[in-house]
């Protein structure tokens, strides 16, 4: 059932565009909501966000070219970035994210049990490799990893426009913290892992395995991020 399928990811709204889109089944959203209280089924609830990148006071920041605008008319126009942690048994893991506004789905990820620089880097290359854009911005905080010289040196080559919000705005980075926030709930919450391996491989499901095919996001009509990209670039209209 859906429901399973999503882990308990899903509340009605969820639910019921699945119904609809994947199933062809038209049902009011009150009844599915019904249903599930009548069968004690509910979405599991995320809990806190918590911060991992520290900001170097002393590197120059880069100018904030958002400006609090997170919109963006098409694919690769607007990246934004941030990490988190991930506990296991062994010791911490660490994960970097880059997502695109214009369909929220993670471009670029990387996985290790360090927080340098090299983390960042790994998720920007895997986002230019998958994405090849051209005049991307790049927003992020003041991490000492998103001002260092080697990530500014990746950006110019790369012509990607590095931007920065400003510090102590929880609002400035909010799209990345929301996806943070979803993998709080939806898997962190509910596993304990034994090793890095195992935590590695639930991160890489999680990501490829869920979030970018199926999860349903109501700012792009409650499409996943794939098919919100697949729909519109093949001239589809979607509704949102």
Not at 12 to 22: F, G, R, V
Not at 42 to 65: G, M, R
Not at 193 to 202: D, G, L, T, W
């Amino acid at each position: 059932m859906i429901y399973g399928r999503s882990k308990g990811r899903y509340g009605s709204p969820n639910i019921h565009a699945e119904l609809k889109d994947d199933h062809d089944i038209h049902v009011g959203q009150k009844r599915v909501a019904r249903l599930m209280r009548e069968n004690g089924l509910k979405s599991i609830v995320a809990p806190n966000y918590v911060v991992t990148t520290t900001p170097d006071i002393a590197a120059p920041a880069n100018e904030d070219l958002v400006q609090r605008q997170f919109k963006a008319d098409g694919p690769d126009q607007l990246w934004v970035a941030d990490a988190t942690y991930v506990p296991t048994w062994a010791g911490m893991i660490y994960l970097a994210i880059v997502l695109d506004v214009w369909s929220h789905k993670i471009v670029g990820w990387a996985i290790e049990d360090h927080l340098r620089t090299q983390l960042m880097l790994d998720a920007l290359n895997m986002a230019l490799a998958q994405r090849r854009p051209e005049n991307v911005i790049h927003h992020s905080d003041h991490g000492c990893q998103y001002t260092s010289c080697a990530f500014g040196k990746r950006c110019r080559e790369m012509n990607v426009m590095p931007s920065m919000g400003t510090v102590g705005d929880a609002y400035d980075n909010a799209m990345a913290e929301s996806v943070f926030a979803s993998l709080e709930k939806e898997l962190l919450k509910h596993r304990r892992f034994k090793s890095k391996a195992e935590a590695r491989m639930a991160l890489f499901e999680w990501i490829e395995g869920w979030y970018n095919p199926h999860r349903r996001h109501s700012s792009i009509g409650r499409l996943s991020p794939n098919n919100f990209e697949r729909r519109l670039l093949a001239g589809q209209a979607v509704r949102i």
